[in-house]
């Protein structure tokens, strides 16, 4: 009876699925169709993480041992076997699995029919105690191996592939010619081009030490800063600030002092554990160094307008991330399926980052306001809840939960809380804030008594000019009655009358400007004394004092008010002409905002005889204590005996000069994602990095002088077999050609060109003029919708998530490169500049020096004897065909350029073989 009811439940879900029965003879593979299958949805609760119920599903033996239940599974009687009275929750089991969409038919009736086949599967080992992952364990550096060929034994990279292609059976490609190896290393690490001077000298240079001379120069120039910094700008999510209009919705304005932070930071050698701790905590770390607090950009950038839980759900995963290489956002919702995470611990995790918030600080700066955006704890009261099933509305407020660190690694992680100084605490107190404060004061009373002095002289010319012009008065029943003695009444012309209302106006100006600096004043001595240690006796009455400075100052504003409002009602009564509505209302309007005025006069007056015991401070006064929990974990990423930080690091800059990562899956060294292709040498540049105090500059310089960097990068006589046996690389037996990045496109044709404005830092620059401002691309705006179009074509960075870069290859590219006006200006002035440095170009050999500079200009690198009688029939085809443009047709359309071609048919020849080599493979191409 059970096994007909089964076969009824599987013909009635065939039916609503619409599918056929698939034969049981049709054999099913385990790997391809079972394994898989359980790995998704069944593993995470039954595998080497967790055991629920005592039973395992990722092995076959494993299954057929089954839980405290019995066995799943029994090979060739499925209607025995218990896995499907759970996959269908019937029988008394509860469906499996409980979370998510339950298993469709055609699953259930796969992992049916491979048990009836016998449940067939090759032998394989259970997985480990995930505690023995690979990435999980300290970090301690292998022996350097002996190398199997005598050209890798002088440098320790070359040593662990050499023993590494030796055991897969590859050979090593051939050295990179000079020309090409110089391009390479100089954009690799600076993102700009060797000049042609540059190329000459280093291939004159036949010394030993030539090369690494290069590379320490380019360490040393301040562009490495520039070009390394966008790389970690890419991995750690930099963005400026994205909205609607002048509505900030992400990140926040002044996050480019950041950006700048971190260019300034690795120009410096700073450490990367250094920058790791500044950037989660350096509010806490260092709260009174304004150069610090601009770190903090990278919790800033997080920052959400209409979802908190946005905010922190994107701190919590991509500090997980990009320092961690872990996926612990997989467990908001649940435990996570592949790495031993419980949900509590992504929650604890949160915990870290409950009590911070986002500030703007300002910072001394005459020329325009400055500022800093910068985080710090605000609350360090609020609690941190479990959400349910990852629902916010579902929020376990009877658990609250602690920060922990995840992934059980233990190690010292102890929070202790960080006093703030007053300033800290209280940027207003600091003396550039309340000195700028008290100069705008005074500034103000300055301007309100030169606006006096220019009143009183209209009142006295316009005086004048009526003692000239005598008016007879007329009947005025509110004017006071002459005397006989007196003569006869003169009344004052409207013109007087409002050249004396100004006055008055002016003068009440003047006095409300003195009562301001009296307020300011009075706010610096009070602030002086309330926030001394321990407070000045006296502080009570000069917090009165200054509170009783701001309300004189108060009724002396509402005063001069009311003096306006007045005044603008004349000015309206005496417009006012019978019948016109439109008078009439603005009358009626003026009428109003006096009585108004009338009001809050009268209420400020009122509040003089009300005591006051406080005052305004200059800007907003903070949480006196942070909760150092940010600290605390930023010292626990980044000590030297957490696991996963310096491999992460270290994977992330082999990847940029290579091309390919050392762990395929870069933010994801969990269990589920891929181990490292060479797992010794990434512990041993791991450890290298550490004992070098985490400067970078040490790592870059011995990768780029290892042999294997400094290879060709395409195969050399070896090259049939090597493709065969590795045909992506893995082993690293040739360089990988990489087309540059965006910001490498866009910068080195301005810096060919001799146009590139090599200023560093600033504000970002308007991302609509990224084709006629000729600064770096790491200065222009970068949002989710503010970007430079060049740069989001040749996959510039994705703001939400770019770990690793996408390398599309699209028609739009070529188009951007042959159209867009900042190619064609490039062209035009690298083409001048070339043509006035040799002279006229009447003949073929001026020719041949035109077409050397630009190739050396442009590809680094000399050209090809092909290559120069190609260059020279253009050159002459396009001379002839602009001598004779009758049979040429003009472009109709196309982008507006600042620069006109030359009127010149060689020149304009010349121009467009400069344009040709732009859009060359070898320009794009770090080969």
Same mark, same amino acid.
């Given at each position: 009876m059970r096994a007909l009811r089964r076969v009824a439940w599987l013909f009635i879900a065939w039916?609503?699925?619409?599918?056929?029965?698939?034969?049981?003879?049709?054999?099913?593979?385990?790997?391809?169709?079972?394994?898989? %299958?359980?790995?998704?949805?069944?593993?995470?609760?039954?595998?080497?993480?967790?055991?629920?119920?005592?039973?395992? %599903?990722?092995?076959?033996?494993?299954?057929?041992?089954?839980?405290?239940?019995?066995?799943?599974?029994?090979?060739?009687?499925?209607?025995?076997?218990?896995?499907?009275?759970?996959?269908?929750?019937?029988?008394?089991?509860?469906?499996?699995?409980?979370?998510?969409?339950?298993?469709?038919?055609?699953?259930?009736?796969l992992i049916r029919r491979w048990v009836e086949q016998g449940a067939a599967a090759p032998d394989e080992q259970p997985a480990t105690d995930p505690a023995r992952h690979w990435a999980f364990q300290l970090i301690k550096r292998p022996a350097v191996p002996d190398a199997v060929h005598p050209a890798a034994a002088a440098h320790p990279i070359d040593r662990f592939l050499d023993v590494a292609r030796q055991q897969q059976g590859l050979s090593a490609s051939p050295p990179?010619?000079?020309?090409?190896?110089?391009?390479?290393?100089?954009?690799?690490?600076?993102?700009?081009?060797?000049?042609?001077?540059?190329?000459q000298e280093f291939l004159a240079?036949?010394?030993?030490?030539?090369?690494?001379?290069?590379?320490?120069?380019?360490?040393?120039?301040?562009?490495?800063?520039?070009?390394?910094?966008?790389?970690?700008?890419?991995?750690?999510?930099?963005?400026?600030?994205?909205?609607?209009?002048?509505?900030?919705?992400?990140s926040q304005p002044q996050i480019w002092r950041w950006r700048d932070w971190i260019i300034e930071s690795l120009n410096a050698d700073r450490g990367y554990d250094q920058m790791l701790v500044e950037m989660l905590a350096g509010d806490e770390l260092a709260p009174g160094d304004p150069a610090t607090l601009r770190a903090t950009g990278f919790l800033v950038r997080n920052w959400h307008r209409f979802n908190r839980d946005t905010w922190l759900d994107n701190t919590v995963e991509h500090t997980a991330k990009a320092f961690l290489g872990m996926t612990l956002n997989c467990a908001r919702c649940h435990d996570h399926k592949y790495d031993p995470i419980p949900q509590a611990d992504y929650y604890r995790f949160r915990a870290f980052f409950e009590p911070h918030n986002v500030r703007t600080?300002?910072?001394?700066?005459?020329?325009?306001?400055?500022?800093?955006?910068?985080?710090?704890?605000?609350?360090?009261?609020?609690?941190?809840?479990?959400?349910?099933?990852?629902?916010?509305q579902r929020p376990d407020k009877d658990h609250p939960l602690a920060p922990r660190a995840p992934f059980g690694f233990g190690g010292d992680l102890k929070i202790a809380p960080v006093a703030l100084a007053p300033g800290e605490f209280y940027p207003g107190l600091r003396p550039f804030a309340q000195d700028a404060a008290l100069a705008q004061a005074r500034a103000d009373l300055a301007a309100a008594k030169a606006a006096l002095e220019k009143s009183r002289s209209a009142l006295i010319a316009v005086r004048r000019k009526a003692e000239t012009q005598p008016v007879a008065a007329a009947p005025n029943p509110a004017a006071p009655v002459a005397s006989p003695a007196a003569g006869p009444a003169v009344e004052l012309s409207p013109e007087t009358q409002d050249a004396a209302a100004a006055v008055a106006l002016?003068?009440?100006?003047?006095?409300?400007?003195?009562?301001?600096?009296?307020?300011?004043?009075?706010?610096?001595?009070?602030?002086?004394?309330?926030?001394?240690?321990?407070?000045?006796?006296?502080?009570?009455?000069?917090?009165?004092?200054?509170?009783?400075?701001?309300?004189?100052?108060?009724?002396?504003?509402?005063?001069?008010?009311?003096?306006?409002?007045?005044?603008?009602?004349?000015?309206?009564?005496?417009?006012?002409?019978?019948?016109?509505?439109?008078?009439?209302?603005?009358?009626?309007?003026?009428?109003?905002?006096?009585?108004?005025?009338?009001?809050?006069?009268d209420a400020a007056l009122a509040a003089l005889a009300q005591p006051v015991d406080n005052y305004t401070r200059f800007g907003g006064v903070y949480p006196a204590q942070s909760t150092g929990r940010r600290l605390a974990l930023a010292r626990w990423v980044a000590a030297p005996q957490n696991p996963l930080t310096a491999r992460v690091a270290v994977n992330h800059i082999w990847l940029r000069h290579f091309g390919s990562p050392l762990v395929p899956t870069v933010f994801d060294f969990g269990l589920n994602g891929k181990p490292p292709t060479h797992p010794e040498l990434l512990d041993w540049l791991a450890a290298e990095l550490i004992d070098q105090n985490w400067q970078m500059k040490a790592l870059h310089r011995l990768i780029v002088t290892s042999a294997a960097y400094r290879m060709q990068s395409w195969g050399g006589s070896g090259d049939g077999p090597n493709a065969s046996r590795d045909p992506e690389n893995r082993y690293l037996w040739r360089q990988n050609p990489r087309r540059m990045e965006a910001e490498a496109v866009r910068d080195s044709t301005l810096a060919a060109a001799g146009r590139l404005d090599r200023t560093l830092y600033g504000p970002e620059l308007d991302q609509n003029a990224g084709l006629t401002t000729p600064r770096r691309s790491i200065y222009f705006r970068n949002s989710k919708e503010k970007r430079v179009n060049f740069l989001a074509l040749f996959d510039g960075p994705n703001v939400v998530e770019c770990y690793r870069r996408n390398e599309s290859i699209t028609p739009q590219q070529a188009l951007a490169m042959v159209n867009s006006s900042l190619t064609a200006e490039q062209s035009r002035w690298l083409a001048r500049a070339l043509a006035e440095e040799f002279g006229p170009l009447s003949d073929a050999g001026h020719d041949a020096c035109f077409i050397r500079a630009a190739f050396e200009q442009i590809l680094a690198r000399p050209e090809t004897p092909a290559e120069l009688d190609a260059c020279r029939d253009f050159l002459a085809e396009q001379t002839r065909q602009f001598r004779e443009p009758r049979g040429l047709t003009a472009f109709a359309t196309g982008t507006a350029s600042t620069l006109k071609p030359a009127a010149d048919p060689h020149q304009r020849a010349l121009e467009n073989l400069v344009h040709v080599l732009f859009n060359h493979n070898d320009f794009l191409t770090i080969r």
């Open positions: 039916g609503l699925a619409g599918m056929r029965p698939l034969s049981a003879a049709e054999p099913v593979d385990y790997l391809r169709d079972i394994k898989p %299958l359980f790995v998704q949805r069944c593993v995470a609760c039954h595998g080497a993480i967790k055991q629920k119920n005592g039973l395992r %599903l990722d092995t076959v033996p494993l299954m057929r041992r089954g839980g405290q239940s019995g066995p799943a599974i029994e090979p060739g009687h499925s209607d025995d076997s218990l896995i499907f009275d759970a996959l269908q929750g019937v029988n008394g089991l509860r469906r499996m699995p409980p979370e998510g969409e339950p298993l469709t038919a055609a699953q259930i009736d990179v010619a000079k020309s090409l190896l110089l391009r390479r290393v100089y954009l690799d690490l600076i993102g700009l081009p060797p000049t042609r001077r540059e190329l240079d036949s010394s030993a030490a030539a090369y690494e001379a290069v590379v320490d120069r380019l360490l040393a120039s301040v562009h490495y800063g520039e070009r390394w910094g966008r790389h970690w700008m890419d991995v750690w999510r930099y963005s400026d600030w994205d909205g609607y209009g002048a509505e900030v919705r992400e600080d300002p910072l001394p700066g005459a020329a325009q306001p400055e500022a800093v955006v910068r985080a710090y704890d605000a609350d360090a009261a609020k609690p941190t809840w479990l959400y349910v099933r990852g629902n916010e002016a003068e009440t100006a003047v006095e409300t400007a003195h009562a301001a600096i009296a307020a300011v004043v009075a706010r610096i001595v009070a602030d002086r004394a309330n926030y001394t240690a321990p407070p000045a006796t006296d502080a009570q009455a000069l917090s009165a004092a200054a509170g009783a400075a701001e309300r004189e100052l108060a009724w002396r504003q509402a005063e001069q008010k009311l003096r306006q409002a007045a005044q603008a009602q004349t000015l309206a009564q005496r417009a006012v002409r019978p019948g016109d509505e439109k008078t009439a209302k603005t009358l009626t309007a003026a009428q109003t905002q006096h009585a108004a005025a009338v009001k809050a006069r």
